[in-house]
């Protein structure tokens, strides 16, 4: 049961450079999220995708963009890495973002740094 | 909007001892309330739930929660603390009505369990 994959486990960026966060859910949601995790911040929201050919911002979106490539895969970009952007993030899944009661499904995390 | 807030950013019990992780919540609305779990190197997973009906809620691992409205709280207890509770909890609400059900996280409370 792979649930939901993200690659890769971990990354060192110099600033300015780009990167792709990849992410991957076998269980067919719909709905499909970026979050970053910082010490002492809990989870914030970054972008979403209710569905297959949609996305919006969440609460961090500044200096990342997003594409659902198709109803599994959801991609994560960092076009000018900066410090401040060294974080933790995850990837999530869930059936529906407009069903009730509905439980989100975590990837394991990306490790970034950037120097 | 609704918010979380998680009281204590760690808390240390020793093994057999109470648990006791707080979570209170702004709404004017009752929402639904979750409780996850990050062990070490991976992603959230859901412990508990709580949507409507009875109050107090049973989750996996010996943990549970009651939701108290007049309190706005969803505490998570666990009579009996194990060394394999250490981990980071993540109290969570979404909306019971509105549309979008995308959750906001507390800033997590880190447990500790001492031999």
Same mark, same amino acid.
């Given at each position: !049961?792979? /649930? @939901?994959?993200?690659?890769?486990?971990?990354?060192?960026?110099?600033?300015?450079?780009? =990167?792709?966060?990849?992410?991957?859910? %076998? =269980?067919?949601?719909?709905? =499909?999220?970026?979050?970053?995790? %910082?010490?002492? =911040?809990?989870?914030?929201?970054?972008?979403?995708?209710?569905?297959?050919?949609?996305? %919006?911002?969440?609460? @961090?979106? !500044? /200096?990342? !963009? @997003?594409?659902?490539? !198709?109803?599994?895969?959801?991609?994560?970009?960092?076009?000018?890495?900066?410090?401040?952007?060294?974080?933790?993030?995850?990837?999530?899944?869930?059936?529906?973002?407009?069903?009730?009661?509905?439980?989100?499904?975590? /990837?394991? /995390?990306?490790?970034?740094? @950037?120097? | 909007?609704?918010?979380?807030?998680?009281?204590?950013?760690?808390?240390?019990?020793? +093994?057999?001892?109470?648990?006791?992780?707080?979570?209170?919540?702004?709404?004017?609305?009752?929402?639904? &309330?979750?409780?996850?779990?990050?062990?070490?190197?991976?992603?959230?997973?859901?412990? &508990?739930?709580?949507?409507?009906?009875?109050?107090?809620?049973?989750?996996?691992?010996?943990? +549970?929660? +009651?939701?108290?409205? #007049? +309190?706005?709280?969803?505490? &998570?207890?666990?009579? #009996?603390?194990?060394? #394999?509770?250490?981990?980071?909890?993540?109290?969570?609400?979404? *909306?019971?009505?509105?549309?979008?059900?995308? *959750?906001?996280?507390?800033?997590?409370? #880190?447990?500790?369990?001492? *031999?």
């Amino acid at each position: !049961n792979a /649930g @939901v994959t993200q690659t890769p486990k971990f990354q060192v960026l110099k600033t300015g450079q780009s =990167m792709t966060l990849q992410c991957a859910q %076998d =269980m067919n949601h719909n709905s =499909m999220y970026w979050y970053r995790q %910082d010490p002492g =911040m809990g989870l914030r929201l970054i972008y979403y995708s209710a569905s297959e050919g949609t996305t %919006d911002k969440g609460e @961090v979106p !500044n /200096g990342y !963009n @997003v594409s659902r490539l !198709n109803k599994r895969e959801f991609s994560l970009r960092l076009e000018s890495a900066a410090p401040s952007q060294t974080s933790v993030y995850f990837c999530a899944s869930s059936e529906a973002i407009f069903a009730t009661n509905e439980k989100l499904f975590f /990837g394991s /995390g990306t490790q970034l740094s @950037v120097l | 909007a609704q918010s979380v807030t998680q009281l204590g950013s760690h808390v240390s019990v020793s +093994e057999g001892a109470l648990v006791l992780l707080r979570c209170n919540y702004s709404s004017s609305v009752p929402p639904y &309330l979750f409780w996850y779990v990050q062990y070490p190197n991976q992603g959230l997973q859901l412990l &508990l739930k709580y949507t409507t009906g009875a109050t107090l809620v049973k989750g996996i691992n010996g943990f +549970e929660a +009651e939701f108290k409205k #007049s +309190e706005t709280s969803f505490h &998570l207890t666990k009579p #009996s603390a194990h060394m #394999s509770d250490a981990a980071e909890y993540f109290c969570a609400v979404t *909306p019971a009505s509105g549309g979008s059900y995308i *959750p906001t996280f507390g800033r997590g409370t #880190s447990l500790i369990v001492h *031999p």
